[in-house]
């Protein structure tokens, strides 16, 4: 890694407007970010302020109405639903409030199932190890705690070494202790696969561990916090 | 409106694809209820009232020549209603749009009008005056073939005498509902019909003045049939009766029994199986529905429902789906039994067509498809019953997929989608198995339906190509002596003679017995053969018989066994014969023997019935010229024409069966398919949504649906074939009859089309729902909980 590390994400100008009956709304009014590579964000803002439109249209599952985005030399604001398919195929990984694993899969196919049409991807079995799951690798969803489930979409996102780990509410649905042990496997991955990280929560106590902080309020980054220091997950509680 | 029924109103339309495809299934069972019954109601009404109305009579017996005095001897026997003495004489058309001569059966008309039997209807014009002899009566498909019409005349050839006769009416008779000439197989209304003269005029053609050469009786209601024709054989025997028969042996009434048979069939396998298929589409609809509405179901409980006012909504929902099919199977039965009907009034001489709108049979046919539905529906309703509320407000417990094979599907190298589709089949195990079972009836009902192709053809090559090798049969008018075989070879354009000789007879053995006619061929047939099993032409045995599979099954014997035979014709010579041998064959009952050796069994005169020819076909014309012209000549049978006859009147037929079972197999499919499919999709839904997020195209997710259906589909096929062939065994079974055996056939053609067009319809469902699958929201299935 080189002093000035490389910059994964630029944004211009990102509006995003959805049409309903009762008028449009306006979810993004022009956001302009950039990340770099290995970054370690964190997106807080109440509910509508626009932060999981912004975090839906960097991962490729939405489009923008206006504005532009790149991911590296990837104008993603250009793809089309092919293009945008592809790219959450081979650079981002995903984590979700709800773990969305498949019941018919234990830990291990879960995570197999990204690991087999991904271009460079490590072993499942590495990638539960990474997130401390090694000795539950046979097991179904059903059989897992709701941590341990997380845990295994965190591996499932990370197996095929993604360039963005993009997390929306990981620790939403989770007791306190069990969301520290969700974030510091999400930290160990940043260190680790040196993916850039966007977590959004609602949950301020984890802005301390992040290397940057976002907020969002209506349909704007409303302020942006550089932390000089970042905290381990252990320290922080809520 | 309660909120619950505006629910189920607004579940209707929320899940119209699926309550649609359900209604179809059991609007096809609706339909085929309704259909077949009906179509079967009308054809025997139909006859009943037919023979009732025409005085159909119930004993037939033809004589050589039998004094009007007789009848008054039949008249006396017990159990005789009325009896009448014909004159019945076969003619040959004398056409010049025929190039092959075509017969006409000359029957006397009844002499007291009304109150005669086997009445006529008349279609077009009046009877013929009773004292002309230049007047005919027509029969309605022999005038249409030609298109005649009252005044026109048409010239016969009577007892080898050319007569122009103007046609007076134009008739059916009850008696001639299914029109065969001699030896035929089909009907052929271009080549034969029947022709009613008065009776003076017919009689004096045929120098029988003060005779009659055919009498029919009608019996009371009381009398014994059996008895009856034992004492008209007394009576005629001097005569030269060939023995009475009852109408069972009618003709034209066996072959109306044979086609209501089939019928009966059809009605009784075709409902039964859509009505199971649409009971397990909507267990499989409303257990997912249920599971679905789970949380709805525990918040009415808690708000104050009932179980039994939850339950009642469901089966609402049900049965609405039930009277949606009934109305559309009631509607398609009614208009399919109307051109059913049509196809019968043209196919049988009916004067009128009884089409019942049964109310009885549609209320029948409602409430068992209500019932089928509802019963469908019952396993889903009784979990609603035991959820308590509490339980059911809570997300149900996630599904445990521990059982579902762990390690295996990885020592297959499976991908992790594939293995995601067998686990989520292997789950739902009797869903599974509802699925393959419903595809499996869509491929049986086809495999039932289409292997009667191979079986014709098969029918076809046997009986026309192989066993018989002659161009013309010619049928005397008259028994003739054997030289008359040297003068039909003598006949321009004949390359080969070879005289058989036909005589009624009942073969018996034990207690059973057969009416058959024994044919006398030479000892080494090279014309009209029979063929042993492996379908080699047969020799004649010295002395004894040759039996049809069939006509030996009938009477329980076997290849060495003896049988009595009872000769009906002049000689009524009974004698012990060994059977020498068995035959295949699949048209009527066959008995062969040798023709000398037939001469000597019945003791009588040596007479030959009819020669079968082989003509050189650039001589055809100048053969049937001669044929015509040949006073011996009765009938000429083509085989050419009537093999074509029989494909086209088949070809009919099968085509109309064919789009029908190819139609309802279709809705079977479609409905199990797009069904199975959608509840797939409704399950699986958020697993494929996150597949898509995580960056499978939609191609790749699409394609987890589709290894599913495929692996419904994929199972279902042997199992159909199976259920098809013994579906189509039973058929075979309910089909055979004294008249028709068919051979049971089936080529690999018919699994392969059979499963082809389940497997487009599959297809065609599994395009619909991946519309479902490329619109599926990515966003909001993470924003969720299940």
């Known amino acids: 890694m080189s002093d000035r590390p490389e910059i994964v994400f630029r944004a211009r100008g990102l509006t995003r407007t959805y049409r309903s009956a009762a008028g449009d709304v306006q979810a993004l009014r022009g956001v302009d970010f950039t990340a770099a590579q290995g970054d370690f964000i964190v997106i807080l803002g109440p509910s509508g302020s626009g932060k999981s439109t912004f975090l839906n249209i960097v991962g490729g599952l939405d489009a923008a109405s206006s504005g532009d985005l790149w991911f590296k030399d990837h104008h993603l604001t250009a793809l089309d639903e092919r293009g945008l398919t592809l790219y959450r195929r081979d650079h981002v990984g995903f984590v979700f409030q709800f773990y969305n694993l498949v019941p018919s899969l234990t830990a291990r196919e879960n995570v197999a199932l990204v690991t087999e049409i991904a271009r460079n991807p490590m072993t499942p079995e590495a990638a539960l190890a990474i997130v401390g799951l090694t000795d539950r690798a046979d097991h179904f969803p059903a059989q897992m705690s709701g941590g341990e489930q997380q845990r295994v979409a965190i591996a499932r996102a990370i197996a095929k070494n993604p360039e963005v780990l993009l997390c929306d509410e990981p620790t939403g649905a989770l007791d306190s202790a069990t969301g520290v042990r969700v974030l510091e496997a999400l930290v160990e991955v940043n260190r680790r696969i040196g993916a850039t990280t966007l977590v959004i929560t609602h949950n301020a106590a984890i802005q301390e561990i992040a290397d940057r902080v976002l907020r969002f309020a209506d349909g704007r980054i409303v302020a942006e916090r550089v932390n000089a220091s970042r905290k381990a997950p252990a320290e922080v509680s809520w | ?786």
């Not at chain 2, 005789?80 to 092959?100: I, K, M, T, Y």
């Not at chain 2, 009209?528 to 080699?536: E, I």
Request: net charge neutral; charged share 15%; hydrophobic share 50%.
């Open chain 2, 1 to 786: 409106m309660p909120p619950l029924r505006r629910k189920v109103l607004r579940d209707l339309v929320r899940l119209w694809p699926q309550a649609l495809a359900i209604a179809l299934v059991l609007a096809a069972g609706v339909a085929t209820m309704i259909l077949g019954n009906g179509a079967f109601a009308s054809l025997s009404d139909t006859r009943t009232r037919y023979y009732e109305s025409y005085r159909f009579a119930d004993v037939f017996a033809d004589v050589t020549r039998a004094p009007l005095a007789l009848l008054d001897d039949v008249r006396a026997i017990d159990g005789v209603l009325a009896a009448e003495a014909r004159v019945v004489q076969l003619a040959l058309l004398d056409l010049p749009s025929l190039q092959e001569p075509g017969a006409m059966l000359l029957v006397s008309l009844p002499e007291n009008g009304a109150a005669g039997l086997n009445r006529l209807h008349l279609r077009q014009g009046r009877l013929a005056d009773p004292g002309s002899s230049r007047e005919v009566v027509l029969s309605e498909g022999f005038a249409t073939a030609h298109g005649l019409r009252p005044g026109m005349t048409l010239a016969l050839v009577l007892n080898g005498q050319r007569r122009e006769l103007t046609v007076a009416g134009i008739a059916l008779s009850p008696e001639f509902i299914y029109a065969l000439g001699p030896g035929e197989m089909m009907p052929d209304p271009r080549r034969y019909g029947i022709g009613w003269l008065p009776r003076q005029a017919l009689a004096a053609a045929y120098e029988l003045d003060g005779a009659f050469s055919n009498l029919v009786v009608k019996l009371t209601p009381s009398a014994s049939v059996d008895w009856v024709i034992e004492q008209v054989d007394r009576l005629t025997v001097p005569y030269g009766g060939t023995g009475a028969t009852a109408r069972a042996d009618q003709t034209s009434h066996a072959f109306l029994d044979a086609e209501l048979k089939q019928l009966g069939t059809m009605v009784k396998v075709l409902p039964p199986i859509f009505l199971l298929v649409a009971a397990m589409l909507v267990n499989m609809t409303l257990s997912r529905l249920v599971t679905l509405e789970r949380e709805q179901i525990g918040l009415l409980k808690a708000i104050g429902y009932s179980s039994r006012a939850i339950a009642q909504h469901y089966v609402e929902f049900v049965l609405a789906i039930a009277v949606v099919g009934i109305a559309m199977g009631a509607v398609a039965g009614q208009w399919m039994g109307a051109e059913l009907a049509h196809i019968y009034a043209q196919f049988f001489a009916f004067p009128f067509l009884v089409f019942s709108r049964d109310l009885g049979l549609f209320f029948l046919a409602a409430l068992v498809t209500a019932g089928a539905a509802v019963s469908g529906a019952l396993l889903s309703v009784r979990s609603v019953l035991l959820l308590a509320p509490a339980v059911a407000m809570t997300p149900p417990a996630p599904a445990d997929y521990r059982s579902q094979g762990g390690s295996l599907w990885r020592k297959l190298g499976l991908r992790q989608t594939s293995v995601m589709t067998l686990r989520h089949l292997l789950h739902r195990p009797w869903r599974t198995l509802s699925g393959v079972l419903g595809m499996a009836m869509s491929v049986a009902i086809l495999v039932a339906s289409l292997w009667s192709f191979a079986s014709i053809d098969r029918m076809i090559d046997i009986s026309f190509f192989r066993a018989e090798q002659q161009d013309v049969q010619m049928v005397f008018g008259q028994p003739e002596p054997p030289r008359a075989a040297f003068a039909a070879r003598a006949m321009p354009g004949v390359m080969a003679a070879e005289p058989f000789r036909a005589v009624a007879a009942t073969i018996s053995h034990r207690n059973v017995s057969r009416r058959v006619t024994v044919f006398g061929r030479p000892a080494m047939p090279q014309l009209s053969r029979v063929l042993d099993r492996d379908l080699r032409p047969m020799d004649m045995p010295e002395a004894g018989l040759i039996l049809s599979e069939a006509l030996a099954q009938g009477l329980g014997v076997r290849q060495g066994d003896t049988v009595t035979v009872a000769f009906l014709d002049g000689s009524r010579r009974t004698v012990n014969l060994p059977v020498s041998g068995l035959s295949v064959g699949y048209v009527g009952l066959g008995a062969s023997m040798e023709l000398g050796a037939l001469h000597r069994a019945t003791g009588g005169a040596e007479a030959i019935s009819g020669v079968n020819l082989l003509i050189d076909e650039n001589q055809a014309p100048a053969f049937f010229h001669a044929a015509a012209a040949a006073p011996e000549t009765g009938f000429l049978s083509v085989m050419a024409l009537t093999v074509a006859q029989f494909r086209a009147t088949l070809a009919e037929n099968i085509t109309v069966m064919i789009t029908v079972f190819v139609g309802l197999a279709g809705v079977i499919a479609v409905g199990v398919i797009y069904n199975f499919a959608r509840i797939s999709l409704s399950e699986q839904g958020r697993e494929m949504a996150s597949l898509r997020v995580l960056g499978f195209s939609k191609g790749e997710v699409a394609a987890i649906l589709f290894l599913e259906l495929a692996v419904i589909v994929v199972l279902a096929q042997p199992l159909g074939w199976l259920l098809g062939y013994a579906m189509a065994r039973a058929m075979v079974a309910a089909f055979s009859s004294d008249l028709y055996r068919v051979p049971f056939i089936i080529g690999p053609g018919v699994h392969a089309t059979a499963s082809l067009v389940t497997c487009a319809a599959a297809v065609l469902s599994a395009l619909a729902v991946r519309q479902r699958i490329n619109r599926l929201d990515l966003i909001e299935v993470l924003k969720t909980r299940e």
